[in-house]
């Protein structure tokens, strides 16, 4: 399986991103999906996930400002990423939510304030 993200870059604090993922060669349609992030020095953790058939939910952290989404025909998932703030600058990555694919490279989200 193949997860290639991208959409990030830097934006000032308050503005908005769209993160998007392809997945390639897993049951897509299938899994569970979600959004990690990993700032430096600290662990990945899960951001959003969403069930095959739309389900969401959210870290606290996140709730209100983040919107998970998916095209199950397209093997696409995003993230729409509003009000950020500083503290949302990481490499955020998608995989699907339980047993972990291989990750892929994630993109990078620098919020500047």
């Known amino acids: 399986v193949q997860l290639q993200a991208s959409g990030g870059g830097l934006v000032q604090a308050g503005g908005s991103l769209r993160l998007s993922c392809v997945v390639s060669g897993g049951k897509f349609n299938e899994n569970n999906m979600a959004w990690y992030r990993q700032a430096p020095g600290k662990q990945r953790d899960v951001v959003a996930t969403?069930?095959?058939?739309?389900?969401?939910r959210y870290a606290d952290s996140v709730k209100g400002r983040f919107d998970i989404s998916r095209d199950n025909p397209k093997n696409m998932l995003y993230l729409q990423l509003n009000k950020l703030k500083v503290e949302d600058t990481a490499v955020y990555y998608c995989?699907?939510?339980?047993?972990?694919?291989?990750w892929g490279q994630g993109t990078q989200v620098t919020v500047s304030s």
């Open positions: 969403i069930s095959p058939n739309g389900e969401t």
């Open positions: 995989n699907r939510q339980f047993l972990p694919w291989t």
